[in-house]
C-alpha cells in the first residue's frame, strides 16, 4: 500500500489535519478528541510545551509565553511586521538575520515563527500517526494565496522541522475549491469567502477543463471571528460594570473566562436565538470581598446589532474583488464558504442576498481547507485520480536589462509550475560579469517594481558586447517558489538563486502593484518607448565607432570628421535627450551615416544588432 500522505490547513486560528481514507477524506481528531486544534503554542515556566487548545487556555493568563496567530509573521521580515508586532502579547523580535522572531522569557531565547508552526503541525502528524496507525513522513500544507516565495518556503521550514517533507504547498482558496469537487466542472466561475478567526480572505477563481486558476486575491487581514468575540466581550464588561461598578478589564483571570465565555456564545447564537452566558465567581468585589457572579442573556438580534458593521465589511471587499475582477455577482457560479465564521446565519444570508443563490457549505466551513489538502494529498500518493491543478502567479517576474527596464520572463496570472528561459547578452565590450535582478511587479521600469535579489554571473571571457549568449531561465515550482538561473552558453558556467523576496508582499501590496501599474500606464509606456529608442541608438553609435575605427584609413579626412561630429552629437542625444522623437531621428542620422561609409568601402553592410538578445544591464570587473 502506498505511504499515506496527509493534508494540513495551518490556519492562523486553528488548524486541521485530513487524510484520504478509502475514497473519502477524513478530518482527524486530535488528542484532546477535538478535529480543530488551535494553532497556538504555549511555554511554562517548567519549559513544558503546551500545544492547542491547552496553550489557547494560557492566552490571556501568561501572555508573554504564549504565542498565536504566528502565521502572521511567518517567512516575513521584522522591518514588515512593526504593526502586527503591536497587535499581540508576546514580544515579537528581530533574529540575527532581521527575520521576525519571537522572545519567550520561560526559554530564555527566541523561537522562530517555524518552530511554532513545526508544534502545531507535529501534533497533527502524531493525531494522523494515532489515527491510521502509521508513521507519517509527507505532507501537503495550504497557505494563503498571497504568500510570497519566503512564507512558503517558510511554511515547508516549519514542515521539515517537524518531520515532514511537505510535497506541495497549496493555495487555501484552490483547497477549499477542490473539497466541492468543483475543479470537475468546466468553465466556472468561484468566488471563496473565507471568514476566518484572525483574518478575512476574498478569492476568485477560474476553473476551465480540469484547471483551477486563481486571480489575485483581497481581503482584510485583521477582521475575523475574534472581532466579533471582542465586541461582545466589551459589551459584558460594560454591563457588568454598569451593575456592580467593577472593571473586570483589571483581572486577567476574568478576562481570559470572558474571552472563552464570548466565543462559546457566539458559536451558540449560529444555531440558537439566545443563549445564557454564566461566569460564577468571575471576580472579588474590591469593597465588600464578597465573590461575584456574572450571567447575562444575549439573543441572535442583539449580536447582529453588534456586529452588522463587521459583516458589512466584508461584503464591501467581495464587491472590490468583484469590481476589480470587472465581474457582476451574477457572473459567480459557485460561492464556496471558508472560516468558523461563515457558520453566523447573517453572513450567509447577506452572501445570499448578494449573489442571489445558496454558498456551498456542505462541508464543514472550518475542514474544508484541509479537506481539499488531502484530496491533493490523495492525488500525489496515487489514491485519487484525475485532477489537474494549477495556481498561478500573483503578479509578473522578470529580469531587469539595459537601461533600467524590466523584461518580463514569466507574466502575471500564468499558470505553475512554469519554466520560461531566455537569451541576453552584454552592454559593454570586454564585460566579464552580468548582474542579474530578479523583479517582480507589472510596471516596465525596474525601479518601480519589486526587487525579488540579485546575483552575478562572473568568468564571462572577455567579448565585444554583444556577442556573449547568457541564457535566463526562470522556474516557479508548483509551490510557487522561483528559482532564477543564469548561464553562459559559451563557457557552460552557471549560477542560481532561489528567490528569497527581499521583503514580503501582502495581498494590499500585491492590489496596490497592479492598481500603480494601471495609473500609470501611459507614462510608463513612454518611458519604455524612449530607453527602448535610445537602447537601439547606443547599439548603433557602438556599430557605427567600430567601423569608424575598422575603416579610418580608408576614409577621406573630412568624411571622417562628419561622422566624428555625428558620433558626438548621437552620444550627447543618447546621454541627455528626454525626447524620444529627437532619439529616433538621430538613431535615423547614425544608420545614413553608417550607410555612407559602407557604399564608400564595399557596398556592405554593418551588423546592427548584438547576436545575442536583450542586453543585461552589467558591471564590467
Ligand atoms: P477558522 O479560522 O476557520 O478556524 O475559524 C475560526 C473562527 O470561527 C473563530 O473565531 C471561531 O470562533 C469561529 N466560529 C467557529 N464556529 C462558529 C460558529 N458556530 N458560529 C460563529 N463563529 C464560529
Redesign the pocket.
Known amino acids: 500500500m502506498a505511504e499515506k500522505i496527509i493534508g494540513i490547513d495551518l ?4 488548524s486541521v489535519v485530513a487524510v484520504i481514507v478509502g475514497d473519502e477524506p477524513v478530518v482527524i481528531a486530535n488528542q484532546e478528541g477535538s478535529r ?1 486544534t488551535p494553532s497556538v503554542v504555549s511555554w511554562t515556566k517548567e519549559k513544558e510545551v503546551l500545544v492547542g487548545e491547552p496553550a489557547k487556555r494560557r492566552a490571556i493568563l501568561d501572555p508573554e509565553n504564549t504565542v498565536y496567530e504566528s502565521k502572521r509573521f511567518i517567512g516575513r521580515k521584522y522591518e514588515e511586521v512593526l504593526d502586527e508586532a503591536k497587535r499581540v502579547s508576546y514580544k515579537v523580535v528581530p533574529d540575527d538575520k532581521g527575520d521576525a522572531s519571537f522572545e519567550i522569557p520561560n526559554l530564555g531565547r527566541k523561537v522562530r515563527p517555524e518552530e511554532v508552526g513545526a508544534q502545531v503541525l507535529k501534533k497533527l502528524k502524531e493525531a494522523a500517526e494515532a489515527y491510521l496507525g502509521e508513521k507519517i513522513t509527507k505532507a501537503v500544507i495550504t497557505v494563503p494565496a498571497y504568500f510570497n516565495e519566503r512564507q512558503r518556503q517558510a511554511t515547508k521550514d516549519a514542515g521539515k522541522i517537524a518531520g515532514l517533507e511537505v510535497l506541495r504547498i497549496l493555495n487555501e482558496p484552490t483547497a477549499a475549491a477542490l473539497a466541492y469537487g468543483l475543479d470537475k466542472k468546466s468553465d466556472v466561475r468561484i468566488l471563496v469567502y473565507d471568514f ?2 484572525g483574518t478575512f480572505d476574498v478569492s476568485i477563481l477560474e476553473v476551465g477543463e480540469g484547471v483551477i486558476e486563481a486571480k489575485v486575491p483581497g481581503g482584510d487581514p485583521h477582521l ?3 472581532n466579533i ?1 471582542e465586541r461582545i466581550m466589551e459589551w459584558l464588561i460594560e454591563e457588568f460594570k454598569k451593575e456592580t461598578g467593577v472593571d473586570l478589564r483589571k483581572d486577567r483571570t476574568a478576562l481570559q473566562r470572558l474571552k472563552e465565555a464570548s ?1 462559546q456564545a ?2 451558540e447564537l ?1 444555531f440558537k436565538l439566545e443563549t445564557e452566558i454564566n461566569l460564577p465567581f468571575i471576580t472579588i468585589d474590591p469593597s465588600t470581598n464578597q465573590p461575584l457572579h456574572l450571567q447575562k442573556k444575549l439573543t441572535r438580534a442583539r449580536l447582529e446589532e453588534m456586529i452588522k458593521d463587521l459583516i458589512d465589511r466584508t461584503m464591501d471587499i467581495v464587491k472590490k474583488a468583484l469590481e476589480e475582477a470587472k465581474l457582476r455577482p451574477q457572473d459567480i457560479d459557485d460561492v464556496v464558504l471558508v ?3 461563515t ?2 446565519p447573517l453572513v450567509q444570508q447577506r452572501i445570499r442576498e448578494f449573489f442571489g443563490k445558496e454558498p456551498h457549505k456542505g462541508v464543514n ?2 475542514e474544508v481547507v484541509a479537506v481539499g489538502a488531502a484530496i491533493q494529498a490523495g492525488v500525489l500518493s496515487g489514491e485519487v485520480k484525475e485532477i489537474l491543478l494549477v495556481d498561478v502567479t500573483p503578479l509578473s517576474l522578470g529580469v531587469e536589462t539595459y537601461g533600467g527596464v524590466m523584461t518580463v520572463l514569466i507574466p502575471r496570472n500564468t499558470p505553475i509550475p512554469y519554466r520560461k528561459c531566455e537569451t541576453f547578452t552584454t552592454a559593454s565590450d570586454y564585460q566579464t560579469e552580468v548582474e542579474i535582478h530578479v523583479l517582480q511587479g507589472e510596471r516596465p521600469m525596474a525601479k518601480d517594481n519589486k526587487s525579488l535579489g540579485k546575483f552575478y554571473l562572473t568568468g564571462i571571457p572577455p567579448a565585444p558586447r554583444g556577442v556573449p549568449k547568457i541564457e535566463v531561465c526562470f522556474d516557479i515550482d508548483a509551490d510557487g517558489i522561483l528559482h532564477v538561473t543564469a548561464k553562459d552558453l559559451g563557457t557552460g558556467k552557471e549560477q542560481s538563486i532561489r528567490v528569497q523576496a527581499s521583503s514580503g508582499l501582502t495581498q494590499e501590496e500585491i492590489e496596490k502593484m497592479v492598481k500603480d501599474a494601471q495609473l500609470h500606464e501611459e507614462e510608463d509606456r513612454k518611458k519604455k518607448e524612449l530607453v527602448e529608442a535610445k537602447n537601439q541608438l547606443d547599439q548603433y553609435i557602438y556599430n557605427l565607432e567600430k567601423t569608424l575605427k575598422e575603416n579610418k584609413e580608408k576614409l577621406p579626412t573630412d568624411m571622417v570628421s562628419e561622422i566624428e561630429r555625428t558620433i558626438e552629437e548621437a552620444r550627447r542625444v543618447f546621454e541627455s535627450s528626454q525626447d524620444v522623437q529627437e532619439v529616433r531621428r538621430t538613431i535615423e542620422r547614425v544608420l545614413e551615416t553608417a550607410g555612407k561609409i559602407g557604399s564608400y568601402i564595399y557596398q556592405g553592410q554593418t551588423t546592427q544588432k548584438g547576436e545575442g538578445g536583450d542586453v543585461i544591464e552589467g558591471k564590467p570587473m
Not at 490556519?11 to 486553528?14: C, E, R, S
Open positions: 490556519g492562523t486560528t486553528n480543530l476566518g478567526g475575523g471571528g475574534a468575540d466565543e457566539k458559536k449560529s472560516g468558523g465564521s457558520r453566523i466551513p472550518d
